[in-house]
């Protein structure tokens, strides 16, 4: 532990949440078990873990209900504290702290969400806002909704943000055509969009940071 948690494996952060292994197994091997169970089928084991329960992880030898209990309070634990939004004021000023103050409303959830972070001329936080919720593969968000709630908390700039339930962050041809709408629509009204947020679940990208569309539609900002 001296380099710090980062350091660790995922078996030994599970192994020190487990605190002891069982019979000849230890607390490292039964980490090891956890997660060669939960990657059956060819699934990413640290994606299940964000979703598993109580009787899905008592199923697999060696862990009982304190084992699991204590594994599924360090999930909720790390959801919370990633979840935690900043106050109002709060200066947004990189992707990272946007999808933060997001991640509440739009990581892990089981719909699209279309999301407005609303701020003043010195990119502080006004406000956030969901505009719409779609279904698991797709949201409807009009151009026209998301500057009208801007206008009306009286924002001076926005970051929009929607989210892929599937996790992946990787941007469709529609993303980027509402995104090409929503920039040319701010330069008519004069209200920037400072960026346009994918979240997954517990992932994000910026489509400011990986295309062209703010040069090829520049906000003055």
Do not use: C
Request: glycine share 8%; hydrophobic share 40%; net charge neutral.
């Amino acid at each position: 532990m001296a380099q710090g948690a980062k350091s660790l494996s995922t078996a030994e952060l599970l192994a020190i949440l487990l605190s002891t292994g069982t019979g000849n197994v230890s607390a490292v091997g039964l980490g090891q078990l956890i997660l060669q169970e939960l990657s059956q089928h060819q699934r990413d084991p640290l994606s299940v873990l964000r979703s598993v329960n109580i009787r899905e992880l008592t199923k697999i030898s060696g862990i009982g209900t304190a084992k699991a209990t204590s594994i599924l309070a360090a999930i909720e634990l790390g959801k919370r504290v990633y979840q935690s939004a900043p106050p109002e004021k709060t200066i947004i000023d990189d992707p990272n702290v946007a999808a933060a103050a997001l991640s509440s409303e739009l990581m892990w959830q089981a719909q699209e969400r279309f999301a407005v972070l609303m701020l003043d001329v010195k990119n502080r936080l006004i406000g956030t806002q969901v505009i719409t919720i779609g279904t698991a593969t797709e949201t409807l968000a009009h151009p026209r909704e998301i500057f009208r709630e801007i206008l009306r908390v009286g924002a001076t700039r926005a970051i929009v943000a929607h989210n892929h339930p599937s996790g992946t962050v990787e941007p469709s041809q529609e993303d980027i055509n509402l995104t090409r709408q929503l920039l040319e629509g701010s330069r008519f009204l004069g209200l920037p969009i400072l960026d346009h947020l994918i979240l997954g679940n517990g992932n994000h990208l910026s489509l400011r940071q990986t295309t062209s569309l703010w040069n090829d539609v520049p906000q003055g900002v």
